[in-house]
Nanobody, 115 residues
């Protein structure tokens, strides 16, 4: 069973930074995708960023250069560096892993941007 464990969420002031991490317990196939989605209260879950092992990179339109996704394949870990956070970035951020067998989600980590 694949498990995803996220960390790094918290409370930050507008303009601040956070770095999220997600460790995937087991990766069998070398071709896979890791990334982040988010869900704010009353809204649908939306793409933040994903990165695959074959180079495919996707960012949500709202990112506008503020967030950077990276992977450490040796550690089965994906990171999300978030800069210049704004109150509208407040949401639960979910780690997502997918391979030929399916799609797996983490439990989510809360990010709150408030003064």
């Amino acid at each position: 069973q694949v498990q995803l464990v996220e960390s790094g969420g918290g409370l930050v002031q507008p303009g601040g930074t956070l770095r999220l991490s997600c460790v995937v317990s087991k990766i069998i196939f070398s071709i896979n995708s890791m990334g982040w989605y988010r869900q704010a209260p009353g809204k649908e879950r939306e793409l933040v960023a994903t990165k695959s092992t074959i180079g495919t990179l996707n960012y949500g339109d709202f990112v506008k250069g503020r967030f950077t996704i990276s992977r450490d394949n040796a550690k089965n870990t994906v990171y999300l560096q978030m800069n210049n956070l704004q109150p509208e970035d407040t949401a639960v951020y979910y780690c997502r892993f997918s391979d030929r067998l399916g799609v797996y989600w983490g439990q989510g980590t809360q990010v709150t941007v408030s003064s």
